[in-house]
């Protein structure tokens, strides 16, 4: 039997493009199975990318203004949803995840997140004549939840093992965890989920630092790899908060945007660091945290990680990682059978389809929402 078509929308808080899955799916959870039969990122027309890297680092806009950009992004993801089905089969279901401009997670017991996404889901919907559903974060946080992180139930059905505890990192701007136990008992409310700190997002905007502009990334982790880690630098920025914070936790650009890089680069002028010892030490930063919250928040190492996102093509990060730990194997999602590069745009393609038949999106005990919620709001076709 055919499985329901389905594309998946997502820009992360890298702002690299958009990236863009159309799958094929069936079953619903334990028998859930996924198809990839396309998948592109396409970039924003760079004025856009740079309105939308304006308004995540807090620039003050109008509501014109802002309207005008909530637009773009919508047609923006719209075409990228149109050419994805050239050459296939058209899909029936649009999950659009929009991009991320603002993110607050609940400040304590009983208070609201908030955590706005561009990109209108009725305007994708009218122009590509397909039911979009968007705005997924929002019902999790009516619930007194983050709204993040939203893959963990995603990566249960597909990535989970009958013998292996398994940490799904996923690193894109901002990294984010899954903890997997074993597949067996009461698996299911074992997982746990969480924001590990910066991802991308500092060692980009340290090479856009760098170059003024003239690069977007350090390709491979190249220009980081030719320079040498400042550990007294890395031991220092742990001590942040947010790294010691218990789960559940989110965090995004607010946190770890151009404000703390410029903090970051004055605390590494006492120790005279050139571009690629800074990007080394960035780069440190990111694989430490990652570990440092494994080892702090889990009950122990576990038994594999695989990486996803942009950051899984990072080798040098991917290097650190694996030195520091130890004998856990580092490895891809896309050696397990689930494309590394658009892992996060399957996923919003999947809560789609689970928002379509009536199923909840979230893991209360990941995102600390009161009870489970259907995700996203239904925005039928117009044509």
Not at 197 to 202: A, D, F
Not at 260 to 273: M, V
Not at 294 to 312: A, E, I, K, N, Q
Not at 344 to 349: G, L, P, R, T, V
Request: with cysteine; charged share 15%.
């Amino acid at each position: 039997m055919q499985g329901t078509r389905v594309i998946g929308l997502m820009s992360g808080t890298s702002v690299d493009g958009i990236d863009t899955a159309l799958v094929e799916i069936s079953g619903r959870e334990l028998d859930l199975k996924v198809k990839l039969l396309a998948g592109e990122t396409y970039p924003y027309p760079p004025q856009l990318r740079e309105h939308i890297l304006e308004l995540g680092a807090g620039t003050a806009v109008s509501i014109a203004e802002l309207a005008a950009i909530d637009d773009a992004i919508a047609r923006n993801f719209a075409e990228a949803a149109q050419h994805i089905q050239i050459g296939h089969q058209g899909a029936t279901l649009i999950g659009s995840h929009g991009q991320t401009v603002y993110h607050r997670p609940p400040q304590g017991l009983g208070e609201l997140g908030y955590s706005c996404q561009l990109g209108r889901g009725a305007l994708i919907a009218y122009l590509t004549g397909i039911t979009t559903i968007s705005n997924f974060r929002t019902a999790d946080i009516a619930a007194y939840g983050h709204g993040a992180p939203l893959v963990p139930k995603i990566d249960a059905y597909l990535l989970s093992h009958p013998q292996e505890e398994r940490c799904i990192q996923n690193i894109g701007g901002i990294g984010n965890v899954t903890y997997l136990p074993a597949r067996n008992d009461d698996w299911l409310s074992q997982i746990r989920g969480w924001d590990t700190g910066p991802g991308n997002s500092l060692l980009d905007l340290a090479v856009q630092h760098f170059t003024n502009g003239a690069k977007s990334y350090d390709e491979n982790g190249d220009w980081a790899a030719s320079g040498t880690p400042c550990y007294p630098l890395v031991e220092q920025w742990l001590s942040h908060e947010y790294f010691h914070l218990p789960p559940p936790k989110s965090t995004g650009r607010e946190l770890f945007g151009v404000t703390y890089l410029y903090d970051c680069l004055e605390n590494a002028q006492a120790y005279q660091l050139n571009s690629a010892d800074f990007l080394a030490t960035i780069t440190e930063l990111t694989a430490a945290s990652i570990v440092y919250s494994y080892d702090t928040f889990l009950p122990r190492r576990p038994h594999r990680v695989l990486l996803c996102g942009g950051g899984s093509r990072n080798i040098y990060l991917k290097n650190r990682l694996e030195l520091l730990l130890g004998n856990v194997p580092v490895s891809t999602t896309d050696e397990f059978g689930l494309s590394a590069a658009f892992k996060e745009a399957i996923a919003f393609a999947i809560l789609a389809y689970w928002r379509n038949i009536g199923i909840p999106g979230n893991l209360p005990a990941v995102t600390g929402a009161s009870q489970e919620m259907l995700l996203g709001e239904i925005h039928g076709k117009y044509s």
